[in-house]
């Protein structure tokens, strides 16, 4: 799993009352000396306030350094989520230079003490950070965070039964993890237990059921659930048919820069469902989602110009994102693309493998 900014349920995590309501609400402006005080004087829970204040410019002006040393203080003086914060610190480089192995010290320090919230976080890095995979060990830390009723790792671990990663492949099991977390309005959650719905895979198949979950997920912008709850408005699953309906939710769904809503989207102008037909608008969107490494934006792309639509006509440029999109396994439109390579000349040819070795997928 990327950690991306994109998402809004990302592994950005609870604190304490103190720390969460100084991070989220408190004015700017307003005077800290009274926490400075209490921080000054060795109060740790002051101390990690204080360095959310810096770290998130509330109040104060942003300054990640000062931020860290105040998380530094607590950490080592035992405080869990001054110890999480610390390591957050580290995973994004922040006032740092950004050490993974030193995030997971201090979030072992913290999840030791039982904080849910570094275990999740603990838990999600030895899953999916290619350079500190443990999956046992990271079943361990989800697990218990789920226990302790965490929801974040509730959707985590249910990920990790549907996946089969460190646990056998459950898909049962995955879904009663993700109605516990979606139970509390756990948005990504919710929306893994509507595609299962969707799927009949763990559950039974009920477009109803999907709809109810895949809903209470889009009502928080959550992106995924957007371009789902907009698919099944674009092919009239569980919904009656809507293309302007489904162009609406997909856009809100595009504008957060979810790939596979930028495709569905494109393909809506590029047919005119919906939306007035515009070929360029289709190129937009189905480019950026194919710089972003999704296939079937790539193939959609790849028959923009071989036909010259919406964008000059070009072999060359159509032969590369035809290649990339048939690494996806997205070969749609075969035959123009064997058209289009028995038009290549030798050098398009030498070209085309130039432009495909230059690729670098966007973040």
């Known amino acids: 799993m990327r950690v991306s900014s994109r998402n809004p349920r990302s592994l950005s995590l609870a604190v304490p009352v103190l720390a969460a309501w100084l991070a989220l609400t408190f004015p700017a402006g307003a005077q800290l000396e009274p926490l400075r005080a209490a921080a000054e004087a060795g109060d740790l829970e002051a101390q990690n306030a204080l360095g959310l204040a810096y770290r998130n410019g509330r109040a104060v002006p942003q300054d990640y350094q000062t931020a860290l040393n105040w998380f530094r203080k607590a950490a080592e003086r035992g405080h869990a989520p001054a110890q999480r914060n610390l390591a957050q610190m580290y995973l994004d480089g922040r006032g740092v230079k950004a ?21 999740s976080l603990l838990g999600a890095l030895l899953a999916w950070n290619p350079a500190l995979t443990n999956l046992q060990e990271a079943v361990v830390w989800l697990r218990r965070a789920a226990e302790n009723n965490y929801a974040e790792a509730m959707d985590l671990l249910g990920l990790l039964y549907m996946e089969g990663r460190g646990v056998p ?19 990504s959650a919710e929306h893994r237990l509507a595609v299962l719905h969707l799927e009949g895979k763990g559950v039974p198949q009920d477009d109803a059921e999907a709809l109810k979950w895949v809903e209470q997920a889009a009502n928080q912008n959550y992106a995924a659930a957007l371009e789902t709850l907009g698919w099944m408005h674009m092919t009239g699953r569980g919904v009656p048919q809507d293309f302007a309906k489904a162009a609406s939710l997909l856009r809100k769904a595009a504008d957060q820069n979810y790939a596979a809503a930028q495709n569905n989207l494109g393909k ?19 480019r950026l989602a194919a710089e972003r490494d999704y296939g079937g934006a790539q193939n959609n792309l790849a028959l923009l110009y071989a036909r010259g639509q919406g964008v000059p006509r070009d072999p060359v440029e ?29 050098e398009q040819r030498a070209e085309v493998e130039k432009r495909i070795r230059e690729f670098k997928a966007k973040p």
């Open 99 to 119: 050490d993974p192995a030193e995030a997971v010290r201090w979030l072992r320090k913290a999840a030791e003490q039982n904080f849910a919230p570094a275990q």
């Open 169 to 187: 492949q459950d898909y049962a099991e995955a879904a009663r993890w993700f109605r516990k977390a979606a139970e509390q309005d756990y948005a």
């Open 268 to 286: 809506l102008y590029e047919t005119g469902r919906g939306v007035p037909q515009d070929f360029a608008e289709a190129a937009r969107l189905y």
């Open 318 to 346: 159509a032969a590369k994102w035809f290649a990339l999109a048939e690494r996806h396994g997205d070969t749609n439109g075969a035959d123009v693309r064997a058209e289009i390579l028995r038009e290549l000349t030798p």
